[in-house]
Each structure stands twice: as structure tokens, then as C-alpha cells.
């Protein structure tokens, strides 16, 4: 919970913010502003980094000036996550009548926005107000269904499958291409093989004697998980 520069606790109204009256007079920072350079904290220092005092900071104002238009950090963080959304949106063009192709498009894009920004799992977590970015998106995850004969409660479950999919891939990606933490030569990797030697897990121990390096490529990777999974569901649901 923030506090106000005069000392008083703020507290969210309970309404989404996109819901809420724009500010009348002029203010001195605007919503992109704000939401600007909550992303580059985040971007250069990590979610926990962000905060209502180091946002006014760096735009060179106070805190006073960001509740002109949010009310708590929770108004900022979802505003935050639903940046984060607006980089996950196609061009209705790229939504055909390839059910497989559009929701592939449609993973691509999310993988590429948690690589830009990998603190945005640990923000989409915590957060639950659904913004208009956010729900373009799901729409368009909807929409590159449409070629399945299926129920919208079928389509939410095959949108959730390869979004589990596609945040699980990136959140490995993220920890196997850190060759500090998992290289051969690493304090991490040492550990790893000693103990998986010494329990005798031997598929394990072949395993770990590969250089990180030598292991498959993580775009060719990910286009073959997801056409697994994809192909398992062409299997148990009608459609072209």
C-alpha cells in the first residue's frame, strides 16, 4: 500500500480503472507517462523496483502528480499489466482460417513479449482486473479458433493449454540460457551432476554432460512442443 506525501494510506475504489472519470484539469504527467516509465523500472531493475515514489521520481514530479490518475499501486500495476497485453495483440490479418497457424501466431507473440520482459509472469500473477488491451487479446486467442467446430467453453480450454504451454516454455528458456547458473564449468552445473551422480540417476547424468549449448535450438524447441500439442488436440476435437 502507497502513502500519499501528506502521510494518509491510499486505497483502490474497487472500480477498474478504465472505468473511472478522466482527470478534468490538466495534469502534469499523463497515463503513458506513468505507465512509461513503470516499464522501464521494471524493464532495468525488476517488478519489485516499481513503486509510486520511484515512477514520480523518474519523470521528475511527485508522487502527488501520479493521483491524478491512479489511486494505488494496484490501479498502476494493472495498468502495467495491460501494456504488457497491448504487445501480445496481431493484425486481424494474421487471425486465417488455419485454426493451427493463428493460435501458433498467437504464442509466438506472447513468448516474444515474456522475453522482452520476463518479470511479466510474476505481474500477471498478481494481478486479476482484465484491461481493454488484455481483453483484445483474448478475443483474438478466441478468434484463432474459430475453424473448430467447438464450444466456447472447449476454445477457453484450448487458449489456456497453450498459454500454460507458452509461459512454462519461456520461464525454462529464461533459467536454462543463464550459462552462469547451468553452464558445465558453473558452481550450479558441478552440483548438479555430483548429485545426480552420486543418487545414481543415470539418464540424469547423461543429461547434464551436455553443454548447454549442444541442446536444441529453443525456437525449434518451442514450434515442436506446440505443434505436439496442438496435433494431440486436432486429434480430440472435429475441425479442419
Not at 505443434?227 to 476435437?237: F, P, S, T, V
Request: hydrophobic residues 40%; aromatic residues 4%.
Amino acid at each position: 500500500m502507497e502513502l500519499h506525501e501528506s502521510g494518509e494510506d491510499t486505497v483502490s475504489s474497487g472500480t477498474p480503472i478504465w472505468a473511472r472519470e478522466t482527470p478534468r484539469r490538466r495534469p502534469a504527467v499523463t497515463r503513458g507517462d506513468i505507465v512509461a516509465a513503470a516499464m522501464e523500472l521494471a524493464n532495468t531493475e525488476g517488478l519489485d523496483a516499481v513503486s509510486m515514489r520511484r515512477v514520480a521520481s523518474r519523470l521528475g514530479v511527485g508522487p502527488m502528480a501520479l493521483y491524478t490518475h491512479i489511486d494505488s499501486k494496484d490501479d498502476l500495476f494493472d495498468l502495467l499489466a495491460d501494456a504488457l497485453a497491448g504487445e501480445i495483440i496481431l493484425d486481424e490479418d494474421e487471425l486465417t482460417a488455419d485454426w493451427r497457424e493463428s493460435i501458433t501466431r498467437v504464442a509466438r507473440c506472447e513468448r516474444g513479449m515474456i522475453k522482452r520482459h520476463p518479470w511479466a509472469t510474476d505481474l500477471v500473477g498478481k494481478r486479476t482486473t482484465i484491461g481493454p488491451n488484455a481483453l483484445l487479446h483474448i478475443e483474438q486467442s478466441l478468434k484463432a479458433l474459430d475453424g473448430l467446430s467447438i464450444s466456447p467453453a472447449q476454445a477457453t480450454q484450448i487458449v489456456q493449454a497453450v498459454d500454460q504451454y507458452t509461459t512454462g516454455f519461456v520461464l525454462r528458456e529464461t533459467l536454462a540460457s543463464s550459462p552462469e547458473s547451468f553452464g558445465l564449468d558453473s558452481p550450479t552445473g558441478a552440483y548438479l551432476r555430483d548429485a545426480a551422480t552420486k543418487a545414481g540417476h543415470q539418464r540424469l547424468v547423461q543429461l547434464l554432460q551436455h553443454n548447454p549449448s549442444e541442446l536444441p535450438d529453443p525456437d525449434e524447441s518451442f514450434e515442436q512442443g506446440l505443434r505436439w500439442l496442438l496435433e494431440g488436440i486436432a486429434r480430440d476435437i472435429p475441425g479442419p
